[in-house]
């Protein structure tokens, strides 16, 4: 309903409040780009031009995602640290739900300031040859790609209600979307043993699987990531609730 | 009844020492067979020094924390599995946490609180521009939070918590830090809200006499007292009287309190004047010595404090 417009709204004003360091943010992107574009340019030398495209291509779609998926799980750890968790669970309104759209505003500015730009470098590595279906097929699954990030994320700070560092949790949670989430290079790059594992993993499907998807559209493949997707992102929410009931029941809330 | 105690404790654990590889933790009890009654309309005020646990019982009383045994109800419920529900009827400020976006003018988390609270928008329009003028905080709530002053900040913390006009405000340290004109403008505020059971937590006893109709005395957990803040008015607390002059005292004086203090300032200090002596000995001080300023005072909470504990009145 209407409030959760005016989280989104909220959001969107919190980002455009940071707008130079999301500025900053897509320098650095530009240059990493760069960077790995000479990087595979070498690494496929002598491998036709098409896997090249292919792989940059996979490559700034990631990048993409990363940008704009939200960082819940340090918001989360930031509010159970400082007792400010408090404020949020004395609203009639699920502590997830205040989250979810306030970050969705946040990722829209992201999307307007860096989003876009990188966008671009995709359909220009492509040389703009991309099919509408193949569109519609990335934007669909990386929109429930950041539904399922977004429940990871919760997970993830609901370790903050014992630890009250989640530090090492996320430090984890990136080396697995480096390794093993196809985030840094596609997964036909992996071992075969490596390359099963990889496919059973949720956070396979906010990234990798979504590439894949990219390079070889194809209808049924698309329809499997979806309902994987759909599955895990129930899952999650219900182990996000369960976990939250109990920690938020049986742990402190800090400061007074 | 708003809110009904029986038999509450809550225990925590505290860190008694910490070694390389473990901590080891004791069991602190913070709130020890807390029992009370709040009904609609009272205002209370609840007053204690520092971890004396008011904060933790406020916590309890909006399900925010478990309670280690006995039981808490809020609006006849469970406060801890009926949390979300309670919220629409209460609202909240605490003094050392904000809900304002930082990065945002006031309005727009009052006007995100109007969606969440589902507050109709001329109603809405309405309650702002009243609490805005009550609290004579107009001129600042379209600018950023992290450009306002603390005391404007506060004000604007107030807005914020009332406007879904909710039935039990929960105030816990509303005017730390704040100047005393802010103070009063938040005080006299709040004794006009005659309709609405408020719970006020300081440590200033004065102030909360001013605001509440009713007076509960944490002390290391315990209720050591609950009183109407008439019959608080009415106890008889020994003051202390101060007054400087420019003349040195007289024998009259010194004779009749040779307990008579003089201060580093220069000032002299006469200490637990009960209530029946004090007009007889202000008339007796300004009668015998030339008087430049004279100040009289109590202080209640630690006279209490140090006599209820003794005692163990409630
Ligand atoms: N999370 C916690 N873990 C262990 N002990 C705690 C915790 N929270 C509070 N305490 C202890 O419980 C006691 C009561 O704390 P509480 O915050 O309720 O005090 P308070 O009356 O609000 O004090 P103040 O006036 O300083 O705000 C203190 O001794 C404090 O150290
Ligand atoms: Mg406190």
Redesign the pocket.
Known sequence: MKYRLMLVKIGIKKGLASKYALLFWLFSILISTTVQYFLWKAVLIGKPNREFQETISYLVLMQILTVLFPKTSYELNDKVRSGDIAIDLLKPLSISTQLLWEGIGYSLVKFAIIGVVDMLIFFWFLDFKIAFSTILMVLVTAILGYFLYFELELVLGTFSFYTYSIWGITTFKEAILLVLAGNAFPANFYPSLLKKIAQYLPFQYSYGAIGTLAQHPAWNLFIKIVVIQLIYIVAFNLLFKLLFKHSANAT?I?G? | MIIETKSLVKR???VKATKLFHKEYRD?V?LQNINFQLKQGEHLGLV?L???????LIKLILGILQPSSGSVRTFDMDPLTNRQKNAQKIGVVFGQRSQLRWDLPAMDTFKLNREIYQVPEEIFAKRVKNLAEMLDATDFLLQPVRTLSLGQRMKAEFIAALIHDPDLIILD?PTIGLDVLSKNSITQFLQKLTNKTIIFTS?DLDEVEKVCSRTLI?SHGQLVLDKSSKELAKLDVPSTVTFTSKNSLSEAITAKWPTINRLENGSYQLTGIMQEELKSTLSMITASVEVDSIEVKNNKLEYLLGHLTKQEVC
């Open positions: 402190v800090q007074g | 925590y654990k505290k602190f913070a204690g520092n971890g004396s646990g008011k904060s933790t340290e440590h944490l």
